[in-house]
């Protein structure tokens, strides 16, 4: 991807959900005015990391495809 692509927050993830089929599975805090979220499209496994700011605007800064979730080490005890 040569370009970060930026947009409202509600058109994008419009854009995520309807176009792609993509469903949020996760997100987390990244400074007081950001938060990073991992979109995923179950069909495809598609992925794309998005980052949203306090102001509204959204980014796409990074995608790919072959998502795979990663279940958590069992509980040796």
């Known amino acids: 991807m040569a370009d970060v692509i930026c947009d409202d927050t509600a058109r994008l993830e419009q854009r ?11 997100q987390g805090l ?16 598609d992925w794309t990391l ?3 700011y ?5 980014c796409i800064v990074a995608m790919g495809e072959h998502w ?3 279940l958590p080490p069992a509980d040796p005890a």
């Open 30 to 45: 990244r400074g007081p005015d950001a938060i990073l979220q991992v979109w995923i499209s179950p069909r495809s496994g």
């Open 68 to 70: 795979e979730t990663l």
């Open 50 to 52: 998005v980052q949203s």
């Open 54 to 58: 306090a102001n509204g605007t959204s």
């Open 16 to 26: 995520l959900t309807q176009t792609h089929g993509a469903e949020k599975h996760g």
